[in-house]
């Protein structure tokens, strides 16, 4: 199993691109790509219809017409943790929207 493997988001729903971040690290920042940019393909995720419904609604202002959600990540110093980190984020989303709210 790969470090970046992940039960909740399937390898085929993402990938990754690479941008010039301007975050920590000085004058290593002008010369590598650390900042990550998570492409994810909501419509195939394996969500039930509430929870994508929901996925939509609480993301909307990060999914795109074509329906792809974008997650950047810069705050750390190597493409691994940044991957690691967009990863994690995205995990808590999908958790987040498969919760059923309290009933009132």
Same mark, same amino acid.
């Given at each position: 199993?790969?470090?970046?493997?992940?039960?909740? #988001?399937?390898?085929?729903? &993402? /990938?990754? %691109?690479?941008?010039? @971040?301007?975050?920590?690290?000085?004058?290593?920042?002008?010369?590598?790509?650390?900042?990550?940019?998570?492409?994810?393909?909501?419509?195939? #995720?394996?969500?039930?219809? &509430? /929870?994508? %419904?929901?996925?939509? @609604?609480?993301?909307?202002?990060?999914?795109?017409?074509?329906?792809?959600?974008?997650?950047?990540?810069?705050?750390?110093?190597?493409?691994?943790?940044?991957?690691?980190?967009?990863?994690? %984020?995205?995990?808590?989303?999908?958790?987040?929207?498969?919760?059923?709210?309290?009933?009132?």
């Amino acid at each position: 199993m790969s470090v970046l493997a992940s039960k909740i #988001l399937p390898t085929r729903a &993402y /990938s990754f %691109r690479f941008v010039q @971040s301007s975050g920590p690290g000085g004058q290593h920042v002008n010369k590598t790509s650390t900042a990550v940019e998570l492409r994810v393909n909501v419509a195939m #995720l394996d969500l039930d219809t &509430y /929870s994508l %419904r929901r996925l939509k @609604s609480l993301q909307a202002n990060r999914i795109n017409k074509e329906g792809i959600l974008l997650l950047q990540a810069s705050d750390q110093r190597s493409q691994l943790r940044n991957r690691q980190q967009a990863i994690e %984020r995205i995990e808590a989303m999908i958790v987040e929207a498969r919760k059923w709210p309290n009933a009132r």
